[in-house]
């Protein structure tokens, strides 16, 4: 028998150590890179505490459902961000989020 207890305590602690340094990343950094890859991490710990809630609850199909979903938003929000931290880097040379005082709208 699977010990069900064990396994949510363990991937409840992964979930929420994910979450927190995909956290520690946006907020620290000035690295417009790091901040778009802490973004990352955080949505994977979403995305993790998702599949852990369907498993938990045996609604494992509605969890998929809200998964894929997810990962098509979070691709969508990545290349938009992307695309503009390169138009930063075009245009200030740099990805310092310090340097970006002068931004007008």
């Known amino acids: 028998m699977i010990d069900t207890q064990g396994t949510f305590w363990m991937f409840s602690i992964f979930v929420i150590l994910l979450g927190v340094t995909g956290a520690y990343c946006i907020l620290i950094t000035v690295n417009?890179?790091?901040?778009?890859?802490?973004?990352?991490?955080?949505?994977?710990?979403?995305t993790l505490l998702i599949i852990?809630?369907?498993y938990l609850t045996n609604q494992s199909g509605l969890a998929q459902a809200l998964v894929i979903?997810?990962?098509?938003?979070?691709v969508v929000v990545m290349v938009v961000a992307g695309g503009i931290i390169l138009s930063i880097f075009r245009q200030h040379k740099s990805i310092d989020s310090r340097n970006l005082t002068e931004l007008k709208g």
């Open 52 to 54: 852990l809630a369907g």
């Open 32 to 46: 417009l890179i790091r901040a778009l890859l802490g973004l990352e991490i955080l949505i994977k710990a979403v």
């Open 69 to 74: 979903t997810l990962i098509v938003i979070e």
